[in-house]
């Protein structure tokens, strides 16, 4: 069984910076997928990015250019660097893991789910 547990959400103005971080226990095999998604409060759960098993990156079009995933191997963490953070990236965000290989934004489906931390933009 995979646990994930996120860390780094916090409450930042406009323009901010903030880095999540999820560091995964249990079996993490290489050729899984991770990915981070999002949801605002009343809106249905959003794919933001994503990482495949080859390292390829994935991104939601209203984050391009300003958030980064990444992916630590040997410390079993996945992490997203967010920059230049708006209002609307206001949402719990959920660390996810699917034992596809190599799925896409649209076609992920995560196997394993973290409890959420919260990310809060003021204007």
């Known amino acids: 069984q995979v646990q994930l547990v996120e860390s780094g959400g916090g409450s930042v103005q406009a323009g901010g910076s903030l880095r999540l971080s999820c560091v995964a226990s249990g079996y993490t095999y290489r050729g899984y997928s991770m990915g981070w998604f999002r949801q605002a409060t009343g809106k249905e759960r959003e794919g933001v990015a994503l990482i495949d098993s080859g390292g390829r990156t994935y991104y939601a079009d209203s984050v391009k250019g300003r958030f980064t995933i990444s992916r630590d191997y040997a410390k079993n963490t996945l992490y997203l660097q967010m920059n230049s953070l708006k209002p609307e990236d206001t949402a719990t965000y959920y660390c996810?893991?699917?034992?596809?290989?190599?799925?896409?934004?649209?076609?992920?489906?995560?196997?394993?789910w973290g409890q959420g931390t919260q990310v809060t933009v003021s204007s």
């Open positions: 996810a893991v699917d034992r596809a290989s190599y799925p896409t934004i649209a076609t992920m489906t995560p196997d394993y």
